[in-house]
């Protein structure tokens, strides 16, 4: 396993605005356009899948996903596994929400799916660190921007681009990194 390089990373960190930050207007995102259907691989944000389990997923983002090459980290299997641990056994709809998320696991190609490496855990903490004091998050918070910290660098490690329903999160991620690559939809 590689070496964390600490200094690094706080050299790295210097792009802290030390002053929060608001979402921006959806006319200054990247939004999923049907007229850009191609270009470079995705990642799938843990919204995506949900999205397509409940069936809220645009057609757009459908044509999308059916267009470019789709990658899947351990970070949004992580956070579905997350799901079935939490749900309740004893509720009627466990079973079947269950069952959802295994397809939806199993279905992930193995050479497709991927891993943050040291530098990017690293570095996601501090980002996520700085993210819940800018941005006052809570306990719940926390945890979201963590996951989305790792998640957001992992693509821009991996010359990706996040795919997310996620818009007020990435879009501050997006103020901070503007280096980083995010395509943004809306659920039907």
Not at 144 to 163: E, H, N
Request: with cysteine.
């Amino acid at each position: 396993m590689a070496a964390f390089d600490f200094d690094a990373a706080r050299r790295w960190a210097r792009f802290d605005s030390q002053n929060t930050l608001s979402r921006r207007g959806d006319e200054e995102l990247p939004f999923v356009d049907a007229s850009r259907i191609g270009g470079q691989g995705l990642l799938l944000d843990t919204s995506v899948y949900i999205d397509q389990m409940q069936d809220r997923s645009p057609q757009v983002l459908d044509d999308l996903i059916a267009q470019r090459q789709v990658n899947h980290s351990t970070v949004a299997i992580q956070e579905l596994m997350h799901m079935v641990g939490v749900l309740s056994p004893s509720n009627a709809l466990t079973a079947t929400v269950i069952s959802e998320i295994g397809k939806q696991i199993k279905a992930m190609p193995p050479h497709r799916i991927f891993a943050p490496d040291t530098e990017v855990l690293g570095r996601a903490a501090l980002l996520s660190g700085i993210l819940c004091r800018l941005q006052g998050y809570e306990k719940d918070g926390k945890l979201r921007a963590l996951q989305d910290c790792m998640l957001f660098l992992q693509a821009q490690k991996l010359g990706l681009v996040v795919l997310t329903a996620t818009i007020s999160d990435y879009d501050i991620l997006l103020q901070l990194i503007p280096t980083g690559r995010t395509l943004f939809y809306r659920r039907k």
